[in-house]
Every structure is written in C-alpha cells, then in structure tokens.
C-alpha cells in the first residue's frame, strides 16, 4: 500500500503546474511544495523519482519527530528553538545588509578624499614604530662574488646584478629602496644578537653583519622614529578602508531611520507607551 501511495506521489509530480501551487505533503500545519523539493535536487541526479521519494520520506520523519519534540519536551529545553531563530533573523540581516553595500557604496576612494582625511586626522598617524626605506639581504657565506654584490649593494651602482644574485643566492632578501616598511619587519630576519642591538642598527646607513653561516647586508635610504608623522604612502591603504567602512556604517544607519520612519508613515508601527 506504502509503494503505492508513493507511485500516486509521483504521478501528481508530472503535473508540474498543479502541484507548484499545491502542497505534496500535509503533516500538522507543515506543508512540503514541489517547489522546495525541486530547488534541493542536485543537478546531476540522475534517479530524480528515487530523490524525491527520499526527500518526501525524510520530511516526513523530521517533523513527526519535531512535533513530539515540541509538545514533550520542558519549555526550558525548547528554548533553543528561539535561539536559533534569533540567529536565523541575524544571518539574514547581515546578508540583506552586505547584498545592499555591494550595490550602493563604491569602494573606490579618490587620491584627495584620501589626503583630505590624512590632513585632517594627522595625529591619527603618529609612528608608534620605526620605519625605513631599505635594501636588505640574507646569504650564505659560500655563495659566490660576494665581494662584488657588497660594492654594487652598497653603492647602488648595479641594481640589475643586485636583482638577480639575489634571485639566484640570497636565502632572504627585501628591495624596495622607495618603500617605507616597518623596521621590525626587518628585524624578524636577523639573529637575536644583531636584534638586541636595534638602537644602533638605524644609527649606521650601511650595515654589515654575520654568524656562522651567514652574511647580512642592509642600507638604510631613509628612516622615521617612533613619535613622527606616517608618510601617507604607508597608511593610505588603512585610510582606504576606513573611509569605506565609515561610509558603509552611515549607509546602513540611513537606511534604519528610512525604515522605521516608512513603518510609521505606513501605520504598520504602533508602539503602546
């Protein structure tokens, strides 16, 4: 009787028309639509009746157990379900929210916009670490030409050479002498005793240090200390970011006030006081 039912199941199916405005299935006051089932079917199935059967079977057997679990369980325990809920209505929001942002905020920010904050927010970007414009590398002592790459590194003469003997020999290496970078950045590559020593290390333009195995370069362009302004090439990125997300926070501040002022215009706000 059981098979038969489903076969009667699956010949209402076919009537695709009928049934995407009719439920299949009525347990209690659950109601299970073609609609639903149609959207969970994966495209490559390929037994689309036994998919369905399944679907309409488990459906089935969740809400005959959700029911119970409502009408037996203390209220205390059914609390999870508002729980979820909640987080339901949150997961929602924040969708509606970010679909919303990806339409209305342009994330592009022009180079005065970006200025125009740095001017007016300088004490914002006060350094609270050293930084420097560097060249820097890491090699082994065996490596070859070395007292080539210190004359061509140090005076800058070769930055081709540089490039590429780096590329081939150093194990590290950074060369962005127009760069403004961190000092500690640096330091993170340099034994402990050469780091213990960090107060002199930006004392002297061209450094040469070593242990057992390795030979260390750096030649400082520029540097700034710890209490001096950021140059606006180090943060403008930061000021990128937060321009776009103070114009997201107002964005969805306006859109609160548009709503509920709406929801009162339209009577559909009543608040008993």
Same mark, same amino acid.
């Given at each position: ?74 209220? /205390?325990?059914?609390?999870? *379900?508002? !729980?979820?809920?909640? @987080? ?6 924040? +969708?509606?929210?970010? #679909? ?104 002297? /333009?061209?450094?040469?240090? *070593?242990? !057992?195995?390795?030979? @260390? ?6 540097? +700034?200390?710890?209490? #001096? ?45």
């Amino acid at each position: 009787m059981r098979y038969l039912n489903f076969l009667f199941i699956f010949a209402l199916l076919s009537c695709k028309n009928r049934f995407q405005n009719e439920p299949i299935a009525v347990l209690y006051d659950q109601k299970l639509y073609y609609d639903e089932i149609i959207s969970e079917l994966p495209k490559n199935e390929i037994d689309t009746n036994y998919f369905i059967e399944n679907y309409i079977s488990l459906w089935i057997r969740e809400n005959l157990l959700l029911n119970n679990a409502k009408i037996n369980l203390p209220s /205390k325990q059914k609390q999870i *379900d508002k !729980k979820t809920q909640n @987080y339901y209505n949150r997961l929602l929001i924040h +969708k509606y929210q970010k #679909e919303l942002i990806s339409q209305k905020i342009d994330t592009n920010v022009s180079a005065n916009t970006i200025l125009e904050y740095y001017i007016k927010n300088k004490e914002s970007f006060v350094l609270k670490n050293e930084i420097v414009k560097i060249n820097f590398v890491s090699l082994k002592k065996s490596a070859p030409n070395l007292e080539r790459l210190r004359t061509v590194f140090f005076d800058n003469s070769d930055v081709e050479f540089v490039i590429e003997y780096c590329n081939q020999f150093a194990d590290k290496f950074y060369l962005f002498d127009t760069t403004w970078v961190y000092f500690n950045e640096i330091l993170h590559y340099l034994p402990d005793d050469i780091v213990k020593e960090r107060k002199y290390l930006t004392n002297i /333009k061209n450094n040469i240090f *070593d242990d !057992k195995e390795n030979f @260390y370069f750096l030649k400082i362009f520029e540097k +700034k200390g710890i209490g #001096e302004l950021s140059p606006i090439t180090l943060v403008k990125e930061n000021i990128r970011s937060t321009i776009v997300n103070e114009n997201k926070l107002r964005y969805l501040n306006e859109l609160d006030n548009q709503l509920y002022m709406q929801a009162i215009t339209d009577n559909k706000l009543k608040i008993n006081r």
